[in-house]
């Protein structure tokens, strides 16, 4: 990557040739950092594709005093709340007609048979609970952990990401690791039932 003198002179400039390198090397950290928070596939292309716009947009906004990617990062943070807020009000209406053909042979018997439901019951009730808890982490430690611990990415990629410190890094790590202990203890701390 060029100085942040060298930086701010051709963002200014809108030189192709280095908005297309930065494109292509920033472009994956981005899609890491939302696989990181849960978000793929289409989805996350799309946020991708309002964070550049709204980068492109917001040009002269970059000042030089943090790297491109700590000030991309920002950007893509943003529209990740705003897709999550999103998602909340979203009413998906689907025919049943489509949703039945899909579970059902035209004899009536299921497509793929259904699990054991108690399995099911608990699989769901677990996930709801660790998503509850994640949620209850900063944007900053969730990325850091789903990196670190489910995706299993090194730690200086995900420094790289994230534009923090390895002592950054572990800290963030650490806290996100202690929060959760906490949360899922409390969630599972049941009162005894008479």
């Given at each position: ?51 550049w716009e709204r980068f492109f947009t917001n040009l ?104 923090v410190s390895v002592s950054h890094l572990r800290v ?20 005894e039932q008479m």
């Amino acid at each position: 990557m060029a100085s942040n003198e060298e930086t701010l002179l051709l963002l200014k400039k809108r030189d192709a040739a280095f908005l297309e390198k930065t494109f292509r090397d920033l472009n994956p950290i981005l899609l890491r950092v939302l696989a990181a928070n849960q978000i793929y596939a289409e989805t996350a292309e799309d946020v991708v594709h309002q964070t550049w716009e709204r980068f492109f947009t917001n040009l002269e906004q970059f000042e030089g005093r943090s790297e491109l990617k700590t000030f991309l990062c920002g950007i893509l943070f943003n529209k990740i709340r705003e897709h999550r807020r999103a998602a909340g009000r979203l009413v998906f209406d689907e025919d049943s007609e489509t949703v039945m053909a899909r579970a059902f042979t035209p004899e009536g018997w299921w497509n793929v048979s259904p699990g054991d439901p108690s399995a099911f019951v608990y699989s769901k009730q677990i996930s709801s609970l660790i998503g509850e808890c994640l949620d209850g982490l900063t944007e900053l430690q969730k990325s850091a952990f789903v990196l670190k611990e489910v995706h299993q990415e090194e730690s200086p990629d995900i420094c790289n990401v994230l534009g923090v410190s390895v002592s950054h890094l572990r800290v963030l790590i650490f806290r996100a690791k202690d929060k959760l202990r906490q949360c899922l203890e409390g969630k599972l701390d049941l009162p005894e039932q008479m």
